[in-house]
């Protein structure tokens, strides 16, 4: 059994962004994405025993991510609940002009979220994979939630200049892996 | 105040404006240093470029709050499985 690989406590932690970024951009909901993930390790974590340790850890649960995946597809598709289709009216004047929609819906894809980014979306969290742990969470936090730097500091009981430091060497870190691995 | 800046500093000060925390003088000793340091300008320029790569990508993740909730729930099944 090689189930002691696999280190459930830390999957939130570890994957959880890289797999609803892989979701979002299949499901485009918010909301939809985010539960299928949090089904994704609620299986994960019934089929652990199953885990061969042949593949990373990541590959095993994107694999029973995209199941989850096509089930919300089949499902959303069986028994009448057709997927969500947005009717545009013929005339305008018509049909009301309904408040829903005309707000801004924030996860909305726009033109330029395209599927190159998708996969520079991707690429990016993989490499962050790859950093030293409490240097991908702060490097995350810094970067892509975009906390100052007090709030980081105290969260981890270090000064700003240890925080540099970390910073400094991710971002060296993620610069070789995205040259590497990504393709301007 | 020392004109030419180390290599060091100028490498924190270029880290420091990728994220926009940096004031006017800082910003003129590295461009000075920039200027007259190759090694730093490429520095500078990777760290541009990755700094345009995480823009594009425009990573969404979990709020903390969301993660949170996340961890309770699989920890209590974790904690069913080990019971069965």
């Known amino acids: 059994m090689n189930s002691e690989r696999l280190n459930p406590d830390k999957w939130v932690d570890n994957y959880a962004d890289y797999l609803y970024n892989y979701t979002i951009v299949r499901v485009n909901d918010h909301i939809v994405a985010q539960e299928i993930v949090s089904e994704t390790f609620l299986a994960a974590l019934r089929a652990k025993d199953n885990f061969q340790g042949k593949a990373t850890e990541r590959t095993w649960l994107v694999s029973i991510l995209k199941r989850k995946i096509i089930d919300h597809y089949r499902y959303s598709n069986s028994n009448k609940r057709k997927a969500e289709i947005s009717i545009s009216y013929r005339d305008p004047d018509i049909e009301g002009d309904w408040l829903e929609e005309n707000a801004a819906d924030p996860f909305d894809r726009t033109a330029e979220d395209s599927l190159e980014n998708d996969e520079l979306r991707l690429a990016i969290l993989e490499c962050i994979d790859q950093l030293p742990e409490k240097h991908a969470e702060i490097f995350k936090l810094k970067t892509i939630e975009e906390y100052d730097t007090e709030t980081i500091c105290k969260k981890y009981n270090i000064t700003p200049s240890n925080l540099w430091v970390i910073i400094h060497r991710a971002r060296k870190a993620m610069m070789e892996c995205m040259e590497k691995n990504w393709i301007n | ?84």
């Open chain 2, 1 to 84: 105040m020392k004109l030419f800046s180390k290599c060091s500093e100028a490498a924190h000060i270029c880290d420091k404006h990728q994220y926009e925390e940096i004031g006017f003088l800082d910003k003129i000793k590295m461009k000075l240093h920039l200027l007259l340091c190759k090694l730093c300008r490429n520095y500078s320029k990777r760290n541009e470029r990755l700094t345009k790569e995480l823009k594009t990508a425009n990573i969404k993740t979990f709020t903390s709050e969301e993660k949170q909730l996340l961890k309770s729930r699989l920890a209590e099944e974790i904690k069913n499985h080990s019971n069965s």
